[in-house]
């Protein structure tokens, strides 16, 4: 039976909506240094949210609709390559998808992210959703790299600050295990070691997100240490964070 919604027709939709969980991932298009591919996000979320759904299949089912690929970027923009939708434009757009997916029947929805520039809107539109637009369903919003975090630092596969970083070692790692073929080896010869740097939207400031101007434009467009990656430790990572998204969504159609 697959997971896929649009490999479905209407009718098997409608027979399997009321009792299943439909997950939406929201990924981007942008820049990932000089070395991974535009591709990263919605490929790393897409399958992340494939995989979670059929290990879940013996205890509830859940639907993957097709990825949003497009995400709020701008801040990449100083790259090419990156191909983002405004703020209003994204939350507009997972509204409706959502609502689409409301009115198809489904009352268990799944924001499921994969690009960090994504997490605030997603957790707004989920707000607004339920409690303003009135709509008689549950509905969870979360990053893959959040809901298996601790597990994947309680296995020692990771550290914390690590995860999920941008275009460095989590991302590519999980990438060469995939598509190994869409990490490029000569942008990998380019990649430095940035471990001991903070850029961006990853600026230090305990308890709040700093926006600096101009951050990304002066930056390298990763962060850690990309050339740290393995093919080996991608396939144990996404083991995990499958798994572990796999039993989120298992518990989120037990508790609602």
């Not at 799944?110 to 339920?130: E, I, Q």
């Not at 790692?173 to 995939?178: C, D, L, Q, R, T």
Request: charged share 15%; aromatic share 6%; proline share 5%.
């Amino acid at each position: 039976m697959t997971v896929l919604l649009a490999e479905m027709t209407r009718e098997q939709i409608r027979r399997a909506a009321p009792n299943a969980i439909a997950v939406l991932p929201t990924a981007s298009i942008e820049q990932h240094g000089p070395h991974a591919p535009v591709i990263t996000d919605t490929l790393l979320c897409g399958t992340v949210a494939q995989r979670a759904a059929e290990a879940a299949a013996g205890q509830v089912q859940v639907l993957v609709a097709p990825v949003l690929c497009y995400g709020n970027s701008h801040h990449h923009r100083p790259f090419p390559g990156v191909l983002s939708l405004s703020s209003p434009t994204y939350l507009a757009a997972v509204t409706d998808i959502l609502e689409g997916l409301a009115l198809s029947g489904f009352r268990k929805l799944v924001v499921l992210n994969g690009h960090g520039g994504n997490t605030d809107s997603n957790n707004v539109v989920a707000l607004d959703f339920v409690h303003r637009l009135g709509h008689e369903v549950s509905i969870a919003a979360g990053a893959y790299w959040d809901i298996a975090r601790a597990a994947l630092v309680e296995k020692g596969l990771m550290a914390s600050n690590l995860i999920p970083g941008h275009a460095g070692r989590f991302e590519t790692s999980m990438v060469m295990a995939i598509r190994p073929e869409l990490i490029d080896p000569a942008g990998m010869g380019e990649v430095q070691d940035l471990s001991a740097k903070r850029e961006g939207l990853f600026a230090p400031l305990s308890g709040a997100t700093v926006q600096r101007h101009g951050a990304w434009a002066v930056g390298a467009g990763y962060t850690d240490n990309p050339a740290a990656a393995s093919a080996e430790e991608g396939n144990a990572l996404l083991e995990v964070v499958a798994a572990r998204v796999a039993e989120f969504l298992v518990a989120f159609n037990q508790t609602t």
